[in-house]
Every structure is written in structure tokens, then in C-alpha cells.
T-cell receptor
Framework: DGGITQSPKYLFRKEGQNVTLSCEQN?????MYWYRQDPGQGLRLIYY???????QKGDIAEGYSVSREKKESFPLTVTSAQKNPTAFYLC???????????FGSGTRLTVV | QKEVEQNSGPLSVPEGAIASLNCTYS??????FFWYRQYSGKSPELIMF????GDKEDGRFTAQLNKASQYVSLLIRDSQPSDSATYLC???????????????FGKGTLLTVNP
């Protein structure tokens, strides 16, 4: 079955550490996205990529980094520069915005 | 200026009633409109999309689009307690260098269906 897989489901990070969230899709979608969701804030775009080896900053890219070396994969690194990383992180993919996004199940990151 | 606006709710309706969720958007060139349902602690799930003015029905759900008024709505007939969730409106974003790959999301409306 085609889909989009995020791992891990839950992640705990100590302050000062970098962590990487995984996102893999087998839908053959060109575009992939990372969103952050906080209570009452809605979805905020971190980074997106339309093609391999190319990506653009979203609205809240500071403290995050991404790579797109393969069409299927779009990992997100939360760096120690991100001051408030505790949030629910959602990865999505799309053939084109005319068709909407498919979301992964999300990763809940907590700083301890 | 917010690009996609929704009433945050909560919207509370009794079981069996019609729930009406509304969304306005600012970009007159937007072409595609989506409704996502998000249960607490889960990821958003696409439930309806609409491209043309008028109504589109799928089971108990009807999406309505009025491009002249820049307004899109979602009606849920015979509401069930299992419909209790946050409903996100999304519109395709034609700005940012001509990219047609981005959606802009509203903050969502929390719907509660009471048994």
C-alpha cells in the first residue's frame, strides 16, 4: 500500500542536542513538506521541497534543516538553535497542490 | 492580513443535526479548496476537495464554494459523535515565485457533536 511514514512516533530530546525526524513516502509524489503544530496555532510550514536536491524555507525555518537526496525521503533535523522545539511535527507529500496533501502520522517531539 | 480564516469554535451541535463549517480566503486566484479532519493527537485526513463553484456532495458531507465571495463551507448532515474533531480548511497558494505546490491552512474549527 502506498503511503507516507514518519518515525519515530515519539521523540525526547535533551536541550542542546540535534535530532532528526524521518519522513519516507512511496506515493511517487514530487513535493514534500514539513509542518509544525502547536496547540491553538494551526499548521506552520517549516520547509518544503518540490524536486530532489532543492528545497525552500517556509514561515518558521530558523533552527531547522532538511535535505532531499531522494524523491522518497525528506528528513528534518531540529537543531539546538531551535529554542522551543516541543511540538507535533507533520510531514506531507503532494503530486501538486491541485490534488491536496497526504499527511504522515506525525512525530511528537518533547524536550526534557 | 490572514489568508485563510476560520472560526476557531468550538462549534457544538446535537447528534443528528447539520454542522456548518465556514472558511474565507484572500487570494482570488486560488483554484483548489480542501477540507481536512483532524482528531485530537492525530494527523489531518483529507475528507473533501472542490474546484468549481457550487456544491459537491460525498455521503453526509457537502462542500460549497463561492469564488465571487471567496467563501468555502463544509456541511455535515446527520452529525455523529465520531465527527467530533478539528476541521481544517486549505487553499492552494499561488504566490511565492509562482509555485503551485503549497497549500495555506486555516487554524481550524473544533466541532463537538453531543449525543
Amino acid at each position: 500500500d502506498g503511503g507516507i511514514t514518519q518515525s519515530p512516533k515519539y521523540l525526547f530530546r535533551k536541550e542542546g542536542q540535534n535530532v532528526t525526524l524521518s519522513c519516507e513516502q512511496n506515493l511517487n509524489h514530487d513535493a514534500m513538506y514539513w509542518y509544525r503544530q502547536d496547540p491553538g496555532q494551526g499548521l506552520r510550514l517549516i520547509y518544503y521541497s518540490q524536486i530532489v536536491n532543492d528545497f525552500q524555507k517556509g514561515d518558521i525555518a530558523e533552527g531547522y534543516s532538511v535535505s532531499r537526496e531522494k524523491k522518497e525521503s525528506f528528513p528534518l533535523t531540529v537543531t539546538s538553535a531551535q529554542k522551543n522545539p516541543t511540538a507535533f511535527y507533520l510531514c506531507a507529500s503532494s503530486r501538486a497542490s491541485l490534488y491536496g496533501y497526504t499527511f504522515g502520522s506525525g512525530t511528537r517531539l518533547t524536550v526534557v | 492580513q490572514k489568508e485563510v480564516e476560520q472560526n476557531s469554535g468550538p462549534l457544538s451541535v446535537p447528534e443528528g443535526a447539520i454542522a456548518s463549517l465556514n472558511c474565507t480566503y484572500s487570494d482570488r486566484g486560488s483554484q483548489s479548496f480542501f477540507w481536512y479532519r483532524q482528531y485530537s493527537g492525530k494527523s489531518p485526513e483529507l475528507i473533501m476537495f472542490i474546484y468549481s463553484n457550487g456544491d459537491k456532495e460525498d455521503g453526509r458531507f457537502t462542500a460549497q464554494l463561492n469564488k465571487a465571495s471567496q467563501y468555502v463551507s463544509l456541511l455535515i448532515r446527520d452529525s455523529q459523535p465520531s465527527d467530533s474533531a478539528t476541521y481544517l480548511c486549505a487553499v492552494n497558494d499561488l504566490k511565492s515565485g509562482g509555485s503551485n505546490y503549497k497549500l495555506t491552512f486555516g487554524k481550524g474549527t473544533l466541532l463537538t457533536v453531543n449525543p
